[in-house]
């Protein structure tokens, strides 16, 4: 079976190699040249933990290509995976420009039947829009060819993405031809076989759940977020709070960690993109909309809680440690980071940051305020005389520094734990004026 990926980025390049090690000849095609030469150069243009090796190992069993070329990648395919990006366009709508340019590109080159699969996240809809641009094509061109177009969302994390896609939770699979299902069940025959659960449902079911699955995590966290603030106010301790729900079945322990609010390239799109779904339906999704907005004060509440406990920040020095959105990768599109170190440098602040990840991002996501940006190889760097320490991605290593080292290096010694990874440690509150996030 030959399986063409269009778009190698966080979901593309994970799913091409997946099927690939599944057995599959898959190339893995996109529009930026450079991505493809780097990719052909044996180069992963990507942090994802385990990613690496298996793209080697299948690349050398001939199983995995990568090409520019969609008149090849649409030819040789008896599945075309769109997995391009929706990024979200100004009003908070899902930009389909990409998907749709990739089904017009499908069209210009369909030779037979094949299915195509929407692996982006795309608005209700979209599957249908899909058929319609290849169809028109087709129309152009005088000739006729059967295809079906299935959606097939993808619910990878970054940094436990290959995990992901070798063990998923479930596959959803919309899909209204008899003749599409059979073939995606070969596809994915490796998880079919053991007993992954697969979701077959209409189509426009599928596009809703990833849009429902994102935006229920995103209003969880902004959720405890609300409760942390309060928590604070009134002397409880989120964790704990946190804790005991958790233990009960039916809300589950995952997705209650308080922090400086949710960030990444789905969350923020997807959360608006549901609610422009529903405005454009004639509904409102407030419960959504509130965790938009919660999120949004959120970030605001974690600069504030710095500014207030130093009085000001104007030429103090802050530490910042971990930028990426989330550990284990080096994505920062709308990182929490980005947010708070502008809130910071608008006030005056002068930050030295170190993530392990995250940094050749940050370097354009914030060349705005780069004069007031110090980028350091290590946490030790970082500290060195400065005022204040934040924690603001949770990565492993940031577990294991040593505090008191930490301690003497800085100048000052307020520590602001926005993940609360020290927040049960006896010495943290001896060494720092610690401050963390929704409990003393
Ligand atoms: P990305 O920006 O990392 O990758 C998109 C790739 O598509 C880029 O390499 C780009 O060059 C390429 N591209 C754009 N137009 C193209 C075209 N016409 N032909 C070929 N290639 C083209 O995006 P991503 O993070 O992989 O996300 C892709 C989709 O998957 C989005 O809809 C996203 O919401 C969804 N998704 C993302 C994640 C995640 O964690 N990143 C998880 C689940 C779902």
């Not at 069209?107 to 094949?114: A, F, S, V």
Request: glycine residues 8%; proline residues 3%.
């Amino acid at each position: 079976m030959n399986i063409s990926v269009i778009g190698t980025g966080y979901v593309g390049l994970v799913q091409g190699v997946i099927l690939a090690d599944f057995g599959l000849q898959v190339i893995c095609m996109d529009v930026d040249q450079k991505k493809i030469d780097r990719l052909n150069a044996g180069d992963v243009p990507i942090y994802e933990p385990g990613l690496s090796e298996l793209m080697h190992k299948n690349v050398e069993a001939g199983r995995l290509r990568f090409s520019s070329d969609m008149k090849e990648a649409v030819e040789s395919a008896d599945s075309i995976f769109i997995a391009v990006g929706t990024p979200p366009a100004d009003d908070g709508s899902a930009d389909l420009r990409y998907v749709l340019a990739v089904a017009k590109g499908i069209g210009e080159y369909l030779n037979g039947y094949k299915v195509i699969v929407d692996k982006s996240t795309v608005p209700v809809g979209t599957a249908r829009l899909v058929g319609e641009t290849i169809q028109k094509e087709l129309d152009a061109r005088g000739v006729s060819h059967e295809f079906d177009v299935a959606s097939n969302p993808e619910f990878l994390r970054e940094g436990k993405a290959v995990n992901d896609c070798q063990r998923p939770d479930r596959i959803v699979l919309g899909c209204d031809s008899e003749r599409a299902k059979d073939l995606l069940k070969k596809v994915y025959n490796v998880l079919y076989i053991n007993q992954t659960p697969f979701i077959f449902t209409e189509i426009e079911t599928a596009e809703l759940i990833k849009y429902a699955s994102n935006a229920f995590l995103a209003v969880k966290i902004s959720f405890i977020n609300e409760i942390a603030l309060l928590a604070e106010k009134v002397g409880a301790n989120v964790q704990e709070v946190a804790r005991a729900m958790g233990m009960d079945g039916r809300i589950s322990p995952k997705f209650l960690h308080a922090g400086p609010g949710y960030g990444g390239s789905c969350f923020p799109k997807d959360t608006k993109a549901v609610a422009d779904i529903a405005r454009k339906h004639g509904e409102q999704t407030l419960v959504i909309e509130a965790a938009i907005q919660a999120n949004e004060k959120q970030k605001a509440k974690m600069i504030e809680k710095i500014t207030d406990s130093m009085d000001d920040v104007k030429d103090k020095t802050i530490a910042v440690l971990g930028l990426s959105f989330k550990p284990d990768t080096d994505d920062m599109r709308d990182a929490p980071a980005l947010t708070i170190l502008e809130g910071l440098a608008a006030q005056g602040a002068q930050i030295k940051a170190y993530c392990p990840q995250g940094i050749e991002e940050s370097k354009w996501r914030l060349a705005d305020i780069e004069n007031q940006i110090t980028y350091c190889h290590d946490e030790y760097e970082a500290a060195k005389n400065a005022d204040a320490l934040v924690i603001l991605t949770e990565w492993n290593q940031f577990r294991g520094i040593d505090l008191e080292r930490m301690g003497k290096l800085m100048k000052g010694n307020f520590l602001f734990d926005l993940r609360n990874i020290f927040a049960k440690d006896e010495q943290v509150r001896k060494l720092f004026q610690y401050r963390p996030v929704g409990r003393t």
